[in-house]
């Protein structure tokens, strides 16, 4: 992922190099560049959650709160209105609820006759953390720097248990990459110009 960002510039624009190692390359950056800062931060290759979270902090002084997502999954998610939510109540977290795409089809049946079949729907029920969070600034307080710092074991379980943690379901695309075949069915739609979580232009 550095990698990626480091050499972002170049990936993404046209740019002239001159064989001297002392002058620099020259990018000609397309106009419609995103105005984006990225700062990436090396938090342990066995630093868990909590503990990468926590490790961010001198990053994060000037926010009063800040959006936070695992990484493995995409979604449609409308971000802006997700942050809306959280700074409309008193909560310190805000976590978005999904439902889980079936890993297998779903049939409706009467008798012997099949009614409906329906392959790899949404479920309708069993909402599961989409791992797309905000939290006020003030919730870094409840993390340690420590290797074995949790973010679901300890810090959110606590924060719901105080009736802190709050819920905005997202009934949209969302569908995590955990195996090769999540991989695959991702990389079709892309392929395909079908990828739903491609909200940008």
Not at 16 to 26: A, K, S, Y
Not at 31 to 49: M, R
Request: aromatic share 12%.
């Amino acid at each position: 992922m550095k990698e990626y960002f480091y050499h972002y510039r170049i990936t993404g624009s046209d740019f002239t190099v001159t064989l001297d190692p002392t002058v620099e390359p020259e990018i000609h950056t397309p106009a419609e560049s995103e105005p984006w800062v990225i700062t990436c931060v090396d938090t342990g290759e066995d630093t868990l959650k909590g503990g990468r979270v926590k490790r961010l902090e001198p990053y994060l002084a000037d926010a009063d709160r800040f959006h936070l997502t695992y990484g493995d999954g995409v979604s449609d998610i409308d971000v802006a209105a997700l942050d809306a939510f959280h700074a409309g109540h008193d909560g310190e977290g805000t976590v978005s609820a999904v439902r889980p795409p079936s890993r297998f089809g779903e049939m409706v049946i009467e008798g012997d006759r099949v009614r409906h079949f329906e392959e790899k729907p949404q479920l309708t029920s069993g909402l599961i953390n989409g791992g797309f969070f905000v939290f006020d600034r003030s919730f870094l307080g409840r993390l340690t720097d420590a290797e074995d710092c949790d973010l679901e074991f300890g810090a959110l379980q606590d924060l719901a248990e105080e009736g802190g943690l709050r819920v905005r379901v997202h009934d949209g695309f969302w569908q995590c990459m955990d195996t090769a075949r999540e991989r695959d069915y991702l990389e079709g739609l892309w392929i395909k110009g079908q990828a739903p979580w491609k909200v940008w232009e």
